[in-house]
Structures are given as C-alpha cells and as structure tokens.
C-alpha cells in the first residue's frame, strides 16, 4: 500500500505486506477425508500466500518458504488413468498405475519425478473406510519435514474384460522447489525489510517509484502500478499481466481405447451414453457420456451405486 506520494516529485513510497492464509483441501471440503502428514498427523487444510500477484503455497505455514501449487482439482474434476499410462502431472512429476489386483479392488501406484520413482503404494478401495482411498506422498524440504507435496483419492478400481483402470479424484501436487525468502532481497523495485514466519514486508525505500500520468511502473515481477491520465489528482491501480491463466484443475482426461459392449444410446441435444466394459465378476460396468462422439464423461459404476 501508498505510505506517501507527491506529484510534484513523480514519487511514491511503497510498503508490500503479504501472509499466510489457511484454505481447507477440496478432499477434507467435500469428503471430510484429510491428508496424511506422517507420525500420526493429519491435515484438513494449507496455507496459501499470495506473492508477487500470484499464488503460492506456504509451507508448514512459513510465510518465508513458498512452493508454486501446480494442481488442484475440485469436486468435478477426475482423471481415469489405465494401467501401464503415465501421467505427467506438471513440474516434472508422473503418476502410474501399475497394478490392479485380481479381485479389483486394489491398485499398486508409482509416483515419479524427472522420469525417477520416489515413492510407491497400495491402496485398498475394498474397506469400508474411505481414509485408506487416501494417498499421500511427503518429502523433507526447505528444512520443514514431511510436507505433503502430493496427495490424491482413489473414487475406483475396475478390472475389466479388455480393460483395467482407476478413477482418481481430489488430486493436489505443490512444486517440491521451495523457494526462500531473507531480509535484504531485492525483488525489482522492492527490498525485503522484515521476515518472519508469520509474514514478509518490502518496501522501496530505495528506488524512485513514477507515478506520472498515463505511465506503468514496474514494482516485482509482473506486478506494476498504473497511473491514470487525470493530470489534476494522483490516481492509480496495481496491475498484474500474466502470460497465460494458471491450470490448477480442469481434470486429467479419460482413457481413450477399443473396448466397448453393446452399441452407443443415443440421447437428445447430440448426447450418447455407452457401456466400455464390465468388470470379470460381473459387479461394476465402466459407462462413458459422449457429445458429438466425444467423450465428456466417464464413471466406474457399481452395484451399490445404482
């Protein structure tokens, strides 16, 4: 915010202040599932800080220590992952599914990061409780320990006749590059003059900061003020140009094949529905929703859920 300006001397003093904010995870909003920490701790929610106009993730709530959020899905989104598929996740992370078990009801997951595993797990859809759908994987960074840098949620497991696939929700993956912030900092026209882990200011005490009419000057990275073309009286806004819009959700797509039982149901408004396949015992059928002949939605459905 302004501490001072005048016109006269095309000046301004700036003061940037910024904190952590606590935001519930879309898994513990919707499902009321939490992440697990490691050493019998649980989180329901991260803390977010917005940095230079952009958001980050402030880890173990350090104002200080800032990692970039590179996917969150909401309660819409889901990725249908085939056995075998990599996904790239972003940021140089791949999420596999190696394995389903005979009975369908268990999936053996790889997580990778630059083309290496990093971890692995089972996890059991066959339990009544959904906790155990839950899986998290955590890492020692920036001098924090067991940060949970990825977590996700199995929905389901299907084992079909000319398939075998897993339904992933709730998916959140933060960059495991953290980065650090120190008194002294230069960043553009802004120093760092406080830190703590509750929070950061900079100000710009010494750099002249224009506020003439018609102009935009540049504070910290994309950030900048820009001022109005009123020669009579001192206006401007903060304005923040960015290259493209962060992708944090939006899903992983569908697993395009050959399988298929019976023909497409033709519905109204250029919709289909169609069955793909049908798990060996019989008990869950993979249902796919076209528009145009494309597919826009894909669901495992059970006999429970009928």
Known sequence: MPRSSERGGSHCNLIYTTRPMLREYELYKNLGLAIDSGYYYVESGYWI???MGEMYVAVDGRAD???KPLVEFNSADIKTLATGESWDLGGGFALEAKQI????????????????????????????????????YTEDVAGEDDVSIFSCYISAVFRGTCSNLVQIKYVFLIDDDVTRINTGDVY??????SVSSAGITLSNDETTLCLNPGITT?????????????TSAIEFYPHLVRDKPPV???????VLDDCWVGSAWDMSENYSIAAKDVSLDGAK??????NGGVVVDEIVLTEASV
């Open 49 to 51: 800080e917005f940095w």
């Open 65 to 67: 220590k800032l990692a």
């Open 101 to 136: 078990d005979l009975e369908g009801e268990k999936v053996w997951l790889c997580l990778y990061k630059n083309g290496k595993e990093i971890d692995s797990e089972v996890i059991d859809t066959g339990n009544f409780d959904l906790q155990d759908r839950v899986y998290t």
């Open 188 to 193: 553009g026209a802004m120093e760092v003059t």
């Open 218 to 230: 540049p504070i910290m990275g994309d950030l900048s003020l820009k001022t109005t073309d009123n």
């Open 248 to 254: 944090l959700s939006g899903g992983g797509g569908f």
């Open 285 to 290: 059928a993979r249902i796919i929703l076209m």
